[in-house]
């Protein structure tokens, strides 16, 4: 692996893979070992994308407090570094064109160090990842108010943990596990306060006995067993709202199963319901996407080597689909073995054997998963807020109240919506806001997310400055 | 504030300062990751309703954590890694067109 720099990078490469994560550094090494010219893009300073961020670089060296499944991540990194791959860290791609002619190639926009440069691919693969599901509840916005995936971030990175009370709210995986990891490195959680709907079980109980063969099975419960010794769980959570004044969150207000308000006095509240795939490159590349009813996101559409819907543009990852770090990998081995195959580096029908070989893999790595996606699907309370005040847009700061008007006033989708109320036009381009108003609009509406429709994303999706762009050469 | 575990790997030390106050933070670090390990819980102003705003995401995703860095604006300090000597400045509300522009 090489490092470069912006200044650095060549006109044209075969394939240019975008994100440094499980997908992203599995596609890179795959096609680099068969002679491609690569270009991996990534936004970090360090390789690892989320679920490894940090792999090589993390302060935290007790190898129990990141836990076994952080450590897998070693020998990926041990693979980039000795792949022929060209790395292009601290850097954003903010534009993908996709060809207009077969003999042209994808036109990406990238920056990093305060240069832009518009290069050539033959081949694309994006590797985004996931973000965090919004989680809009009155006084998500407050300071203090963080994701659970940020605590993961500061203490992978940079060996930090909450300094005072803390709750974390919400239901899924990353909740336990993160309760679990701050109280061994001895800032336990004040409660966990535990969204997960019961009557969620009903759906999942047909997916247990696929769950318990699965790898998730022993490390799931051992997991919900420890939880319960550091720290005390609030189960049947149906309400939250969070008040503090201009400094910051001081406490939680929940209920149980309906029941009479409480409080706890907090100073950081740590939410999280899930990850959903990050599309922001998908959409603006005209990928086509669909709604999956059960993961309740957004998915760009895929064939058997995750190429999309634009031809030479395939998404391997969680930003195809949830599946976490390990099925990642797998997915960036097949996308890059689909790019390669497409470029004449290797037959088609070997192709197609190695690929087949892989995909069987990958389905035995999702075995498991359709229970957690259904055991831990959010309610729709903490999607779809109830309370009109609840901003929505935190850019814009545009409520749940004013969506729900706009609809009224005939704003029938998301774009329709944004030109009313500018919610999704603000810095974070709708990656925070744009599932909750699909959301709430199909219900004012009473359609389903997929009649509702997304934004029309638009470059650049990331901040360019003018000079960058001024410096650009045509 | 967050706090840093006692058994870190020893990283050196990275000094700078944040609306005029000297401060320190470790080699490795964020932006966002220094200014809450020194207490700092917001880092700016909404331009919409003036409430104060703090780091939420850390992934590059929300854009909650602009800071003026160096004098240039709305950089987000989770995605950019503290150097020595890094003047960082809150973000008080939109900006006003400078006088210089309106002339």
């Not at chain 1, 010219?37 to 994308?49: H, K, R």
């Amino acid at each position: 692996m090489k490092t470069v720099t912006a200044h650095d990078l060549a006109e044209t490469y075969d394939l240019v893979v975008v994100g440094a994560g499980p997908a992203g550094l599995s596609a890179a090494a795959t096609a680099a070992d068969h002679g491609v010219t690569v270009l991996l893009v990534d936004e970090n300073a360090s390789i690892g994308g989320q679920f490894y961020r940090a792999i090589t670089t993390t302060p935290v060296e007790a190898p129990g407090l990141l836990g076994p499944d952080f450590w897998k991540g070693r020998p990926l990194a041990q693979r980039i570094a000795a792949a022929p791959v060209s790395y292009l860290p601290k850097a954003a791609v903010w534009n993908i064109v996709a060809p207009t002619g077969p003999a042209a190639g994808f036109e990406i926009g990238v920056s990093g160090g305060g240069a832009a440069r518009v290069i050539l691919a033959h081949q694309c693969i994006l590797a985004t990842g996931a973000l965090e599901r919004p989680f809009p509840v009155p006084g998500w916005t407050l300071p203090g108010v963080m994701t659970a995936g940020a605590a993961q971030t500061l203490l992978k990175e940079s060996g930090l943990v909450p300094s005072g009370r803390t709750v974390l709210v919400g239901t899924g995986p990353l909740v336990y596990a993160l309760a679990e990891k701050l109280a061994a490195a001895g800032a336990p959680p004040l409660a966990v306060l535990d969204t997960t709907i019961g009557a969620n079980w009903s759906a999942a109980l047909p997916w247990l006995p696929e769950f318990l063969i699965s790898r998730f099975a022993v490390k799931g419960l051992r997991l919900l067993a420890a939880l319960r010794r550091c720290t005390r769980v609030i189960s049947g959570v149906s309400e939250v709202a969070l008040d503090g004044t201009g400094q910051g969150v001081e406490r939680i207000r929940f209920r149980r199963h309906g029941g009479a308000e409480e409080t706890l006095a907090v100073d950081y509240a740590l939410l999280h319901q899930g990850v959903i795939p990050n599309i922001a490159l998908s959409c603006v590349a005209g990928c086509s996407h669909d709604w999956d009813p059960l993961q309740l996101c957004w998915f760009p559409t895929t064939d058997a080597t995750f190429q999309s819907s634009v031809g030479g543009l395939a998404i391997a990852g969680d930003g195809a689909g949830i599946g976490g770090a390990e099925s990642a990998l797998i997915a960036g081995e097949i996308a890059a073995i689909g790019a390669i195959g497409r470029l004449g580096f290797v037959a088609a029908d070997i192709c197609d054997g190695l690929i087949a070989g892989k995909r069987r893999q990958w389905s035995r790595s999702l075995r498991g998963r359709r229970f957690i996606d259904h055991l831990y699907q959010p309610g729709r309370q903490f999607r779809i807020p109830a309370n009109p005040s609840t901003i929505v847009c935190r850019c814009e700061e545009v409520t749940a109240g004013q969506i729900r008007r706009a609809v009224v006033e005939g704003g029938i989708g998301p774009n329709q919506v944004k030109a009313f109320l500018r919610s999704g036009m603000g810095p974070c381009q709708g990656r925070l806001c744009g599932q909750t108003v699909t959301e709430l609009i199909a219900e004012a509406r009473g359609v389903t997310p997929a009649d509702v429709g997304y934004f029309h994303l638009r470059p650049p999706v990331k901040p360019v400055t003018l000079a960058e762009l001024a410096a650009l050469k045509r | 504030m967050f706090r840093r575990l006692p058994d870190l790997a020893v990283r050196k030390a990275v000094s700078f300062t944040f609306d005029g106050r000297s401060m320190q933070g470790r080699e490795g670090d964020s932006i966002a990751a220094a200014l809450l390990a020194n207490g700092i819980d917001h880092v700016r102003v909404h331009p919409v309703s003036g409430a104060p705003r703090s780091p939420y995401c850390l992934m590059g995703v929300c854009f909650e954590c602009l800071v003026t860095v160096n004098g240039v604006g709305n950089r987000q300090a989770c995605q950019t890694e503290l150097r020595d000597a890094m003047v960082i400045e809150s973000q008080r509300g939109a900006r006003a067109v400078s006088d210089e522009i309106s002339q």
